[in-house]
């Protein structure tokens, strides 16, 4: 298990980027419901093979989903134990903020 420090320095920041996509958001939720390979991710979507194999890239790189080769096809699911930490970082991050009032700056 990653320290926090760790977590919040690498995973966090790569999960945050990889979620600010449309088109990702798209193959997360196609692959809520089951693991596809990308023949099926490229059909479903309408793009290139090209286009998503840089997104699916940087999804994995986010560590949100797990990659798998059977034969000549890549298959994709989701990487749930990435989301319980982002889950648990936005709560931790919700509980104990506390946000006070600007010191008055110095002239």
């Not at 196609?30 to 840089?54: A, I, P």
């Not at 999804?59 to 990487?79: D, F, H, M, P, T």
């Not at 931790?92 to 002239?107: G, K, Q």
């Amino acid at each position: 298990m990653q320290t926090p420090a760790a977590t919040i320095s690498h995973l966090i920041p790569g999960a945050f980027h990889a979620l600010s996509d449309p088109l990702r958001i798209s193959v997360l939720e196609l692959l809520r419901k089951r693991e596809l390979c990308v023949c099926d991710l490229c059909e479903v979507l309408g793009v290139s093979q090209s286009k998503l194999s840089f997104h699916l890239k940087t999804l994995k790189e986010a560590a949100l989903v797990n990659s798998r080769q059977e034969g000549r096809w890549i298959y994709y699911s989701l990487n749930l134990p990435q989301f319980n930490v982002l889950e648990a970082y936005l709560a931790d991050f919700s509980r104990n903020s506390v946000i006070s009032s600007a010191r008055p700056c110095c002239d």
